[in-house]
């Protein structure tokens, strides 16, 4: 069986390029935790990463970070354009749960750009619309408080009226 030279060439060059561009195209599916336990195993390496929008948008002077959450681990996500985080529209904080989104890009033990462990962000995904969060302060915590209030009203109405009363007294 004869193999014309055309044929290596052309098995060649498509390895060559699936070696070259294969990289770019695949990212490695990780999660922050894993990221945040052994950083050197993905440093520089591009990754997908999910997670909750936290906060806000952050700008800075080369660009744009949200941080991403999960599983009590966050991370920063870096990026030029800020219209790159348009889909969001929950962020996580006490009155809303944010959107979970996924995050691809390359991953930064010590990025040498902002001096700091991050992403630098090369697509968004939103996963999972967040929602507003409807929180219902219980009746005794209410009690407690307005119990709390009063107490310390009382102490400093003594505290003010030990005041004038030794001041005046000191004065005689």
């Not at 098995?11 to 070259?20: E, K, T, Y």
């Not at 619309?129 to 929180?135: E, F, I, L, V, Y």
């Amino acid at each position: 069986m004869k193999t014309n030279k055309s044929t290596i060439i052309f098995s060649i060059s498509l390895l060559f390029c699936l070696s070259v561009f294969l990289p770019f195209v695949y990212s490695q599916s990780t999660s922050l935790k894993d990221l945040m336990v052994d950083p050197e195993l993905f440093d520089q390496k591009e990754v997908r990463v999910s997670g909750e929008a936290i906060g806000e948008i952050l700008q800075s002077d080369g660009g744009f970070w949200v941080n991403l959450l999960s599983s009590g681990y966050n991370l920063g996500i870096f990026s030029q354009n800020k219209s790159d985080f348009e889909d969001i529209s929950h962020w996580g904080s006490y009155a809303e749960t944010g959107d979970q989104i996924e995050v691809q890009g390359r991953f930064y033990k010590n990025c040498f750009q902002h001096q700091t462990t991050d992403i630098h962000m090369e697509s968004l995904n939103v996963a999972k619309p967040g929602h507003k969060n409807s929180r219902v302060v219980s009746s005794r915590k209410v009690k407690t408080a307005r119990l709390a209030l009063i107490i310390c009203f009382l102490v400093a109405l003594m505290y003010f009226l030990k005041e004038k009363i030794w001041n005046k007294s000191s004065k005689n």
